[in-house]
């Protein structure tokens, strides 16, 4: 069966701009989570979505946004770029946000901001 | 902020030879997961291990957790130029959801 699909895959958008990525995670995986990655900080998490309500936010600001869809596909915001936005975001699914879950990722949307 | 710390950082070894690389934790986990990540690509799960667990095999890979000592391993055997990558663990705190927390990762370099 398919594996966690991100779109797009890469962009680049300028500072003060806003972007949305898309994660369509395993059929059948109803928990969401995105994270964040980059060089200097490594991989964080941003936030976590089950039945369309968020559970768990990770340690961003605000401008850092995101829903899940009744189909459980999820998508997340980024308001008001900036240059320190510029990471692989990566998306991940599991069958539910309960212990003992593998953890699916994704190929992940890469992001410069320019 | 990471919880977990991999080590090393990087290994570069011999097509053959076997990998050994170390997670470390801080706080009571429920289970912890090791990935490998190609560069650029995204997050390719090996194996989960939970927390009442002390072994566990795939293939070429050996996990070993140590709760006692907040500590993790993951061996490759017979390496090969295939298993270049990075490699990470996470874990999952008792007291979370499906949060996981990774380590800065070891970088492994198989030299044919």
């Known amino acids: 069966k398919a594996g966690v699909t991100q779109t797009p895959r890469y962009l680049i958008k300028t500072r003060g701009q806003q972007v949305t990525l898309s994660c369509s995670p395993i059929s059948g995986h109803r928990s969401v989570s995105w994270y964040q990655q980059t060089p200097g900080q490594g991989l964080q998490f941003l936030f976590e979505?089950?039945?369309?309500?968020?559970?768990n936010k990770g340690n961003f600001p605000g401008r850092f946004s995101g829903r899940q869809f009744s189909n459980s596909r999820s998508e997340m915001n980024v308001s008001t770029l900036e240059l320190g936005d510029s990471a692989l975001y990566l998306c991940?699914?599991?069958?539910?946000?309960?212990?003992?879950?593998?953890?699916?990722f994704g190929e992940g949307s890469w992001l410069t901001v320019v | 902020s990471q919880q977990g710390e991999e080590d090393p950082q990087a290994l570069s070894i011999q097509e053959g030879e076997n990998a050994t690389m170390n997670c470390s934790y801080k706080t009571s986990i429920n289970n912890l997961q090791w990935y490998r990540q190609n560069s650029g690509r995204g997050l390719v799960h090996l194996i989960l291990i939970r927390s009442n667990e002390r072994e566990k095999h795939s293939g070429r890979l050996r996990v070993t957790l140590d709760t006692s000592k907040k500590s993790s391993s993951l061996l490759i055997t017979a390496s090969r130029a295939a298993d270049t990558a990075s490699y990470f663990c996470a874990t999952d705190g008792i007291q979370g959801a499906q949060k996981l927390v990774f380590g800065q990762g070891t970088r492994l370099t198989i030299n044919p």
């Open positions: 991940a699914s599991s069958l539910e946000p309960f212990r003992g879950n593998t953890i699916y």
């Open positions: 979505y089950f039945s369309e309500t968020q559970r």
